[in-house]
């Protein structure tokens, strides 16, 4: 797995966005009755955009915690692309030019997800 800066942490993909494994919003809820946080355990990593929305300000205690969970939104949000079978060469080409271009995008997607929670 190579990872970089650049990289979404949890996903693999550009990151353009950066991600408080412990929320700001959290942080300042938690401020804000008086529990200190350990700054040692504020973490900040990078991530892509989709990522750190599905993220949110959900609270997760660890970056491993935090990206099971990620993965599990993942898999929530595309479940229905995650469904599609495996279609052969041969049946794709039986299809129309419309309906052939569309599955063809899908199964990327699929591809592209599947590599994603792979990561």
Request: hydrophobic share 35%.
């Amino acid at each position: 797995m190579f990872y970089d800066d650049r990289t979404c942490y949890y996903c693999g993909m550009p990151g353009d966005a950066r991600d408080h494994v412990i929320p700001r919003s959290v942080l300042q809820t938690l401020a804000d009755t008086g529990i200190e946080i350990n700054k040692s355990r504020i973490k900040i990593v990078p991530c892509c955009h989709e990522c750190n929305c599905l993220l949110g300000a959900s609270f997760q205690e660890t970056i491993a915690e935090r990206k099971k969970y990620l993965k599990q939104r993942l898999r929530h949000k595309y479940r229905a692309i995650l469904k599609i079978p495996h279609w052969t060469e041969e049946e794709i080409n039986e299809l129309g030019y419309v309906l052939k271009q569309d599955l063809l995008c899908t199964l990327k997607k699929k591809e592209m997800l599947l590599l994603r929670l792979k990561w």
